[in-house]
């Protein structure tokens, strides 16, 4: 499913969320694919709590894959029940590796309005 473009007007602030991996809490990568993408998702979640953001004000995610083919299906499960019906814009590129041996990696950009509006 594609995304609908988003469009920002107005002052505000910009927060922009490094790639992040599917680490436990005891820094370890889990095997399983579905779990990485949760875990990817809560540490992206993590990063907007601290920039005063949540996940309605990212506008858009750019998601890395090991295995584009066999695991899309499942992270686009993941991406909609994480964002909801209000999806930002997307995309994803199947990659050769990525850090740690993660399966997958997520990067967000969100913007927050100077007035407390909605983007």
Known sequence: ???DPVEI???GAWIFVSGQVGLDAEGRLPEDFATQTH???EHVRRSLAR???TFADVVQIRTYLTAFEADYET???IRS???GASLPASAAVE???LA?????EIEAIAFLPADGAAA
């Open 9 to 11: 007007r107005g002052p």
């Open 75 to 77: 992270f686009s499960a």
């Open 39 to 41: 875990l990817c998702f």
């Open 51 to 53: 920039a005063g953001a």
């Open 95 to 97: 990659v050769t590796k």
């Open 100 to 104: 740690l041996g993660a399966s997958i």
């Open 1 to 3: 499913m594609f995304s």
């Open 81 to 83: 029940e994480t964002f």
